[in-house]
């Protein structure tokens, strides 16, 4: 073999197998310090002179968030909880009134796996071929949803219930379909066409998710 190609064939070995990993793997990447809390000012780590204990304390869910339509849900990422940074991980608390409900939604960057620490719902997902996988769970069980799959949670119980979810992303990001199809902009017409409706209940959804 020629010098050259010999060349051209290790870089290209050495290219497949340095980008195997990060080619095949979709969660967050491997931190390369103990911990990074962002400086405010630049893209590094702050110095860990000034780094205190309080930065790895949250509080924020000791009580439930605000309440929109019967639902609370207050995310504890590296966005509110900037010690989660680089650490591929965080936390929801979801409450929830009778009757509310998590509206269908998914994470692109993180499953799922939610936690039922008092009440009772209806939770399930429903994967890539319109199969629902849904049932009412209790206090003290878990169920798990799978990376970027579309679920939902309804309280069925008659009293308030409450959720913690943990994610395996810093950053899992939630995309509730609701606000996402009807409250973000997307032309009339589109939607129309796609749900097979009236330019006037597309208005009224639009008014209820913008
Ligand atoms: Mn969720």
């Given at each position: 073999m020629f010098p050259k190609m010999l060349v051209l064939l290790v870089i290209f070995i050495l290219y497949s197998t340095i980008n195997q990993p990060t080619s095949v793997s979709g969660s967050d990447p491997d931190p390369l310090q103990d911990y990074c809390l962002p400086s405010p000012h630049s893209h590094q780590c702050k110095n860990s002179s000034s780094v205190t204990v309080d930065d790895f304390i949250?509080?924020?869910?000791?009580h439930p968030g605000k309440f929109t339509n019967k639902f609370s849900g207050v995310p504890v990422s590296a966005t509110v909880f900037p010690a989660l940074n680089t650490l591929g991980m965080s936390l929801v608390r979801a409450d929830f009134e009778v009757g509310g409900t998590n509206v269908p939604h998914y994470h692109p960057r993180a499953t799922e796996i939610a936690y039922v620490l008092e009440g009772k719902l209806y939770s399930g997902f429903v994967d890539t071929t319109n199969k629902v996988f849904a049932k009412v769970i209790e206090k003290g069980e878990v169920m798990v949803f799978p990376r970027g799959v579309l679920h939902f949670q309804m309280n069925v119980g008659k009293t308030r219930a409450t959720v913690l979810g943990s994610f395996d992303s810093q950053n899992p990001g939630s995309v509730k379909l609701p606000a996402a199809l009807f409250g973000s902009g997307i032309d009339d017409e589109l939607l129309e066409k796609a749900f097979g409706l009236k330019s006037k209940d597309i208005s009224k959804l639009k008014k209820r998710f913008g």
């Amino acid at each position: 073999m020629f010098p050259k190609m010999l060349v051209l064939l290790v870089i290209f070995i050495l290219y497949s197998t340095i980008n195997q990993p990060t080619s095949v793997s979709g969660s967050d990447p491997d931190p390369l310090q103990d911990y990074c809390l962002p400086s405010p000012h630049s893209h590094q780590c702050k110095n860990s002179s000034s780094v205190t204990v309080d930065d790895f304390i949250f509080s924020g869910i000791k009580h439930p968030g605000k309440f929109t339509n019967k639902f609370s849900g207050v995310p504890v990422s590296a966005t509110v909880f900037p010690a989660l940074n680089t650490l591929g991980m965080s936390l929801v608390r979801a409450d929830f009134e009778v009757g509310g409900t998590n509206v269908p939604h998914y994470h692109p960057r993180a499953t799922e796996i939610a936690y039922v620490l008092e009440g009772k719902l209806y939770s399930g997902f429903v994967d890539t071929t319109n199969k629902v996988f849904a049932k009412v769970i209790e206090k003290g069980e878990v169920m798990v949803f799978p990376r970027g799959v579309l679920h939902f949670q309804m309280n069925v119980g008659k009293t308030r219930a409450t959720v913690l979810g943990s994610f395996d992303s810093q950053n899992p990001g939630s995309v509730k379909l609701p606000a996402a199809l009807f409250g973000s902009g997307i032309d009339d017409e589109l939607l129309e066409k796609a749900f097979g409706l009236k330019s006037k209940d597309i208005s009224k959804l639009k008014k209820r998710f913008g």
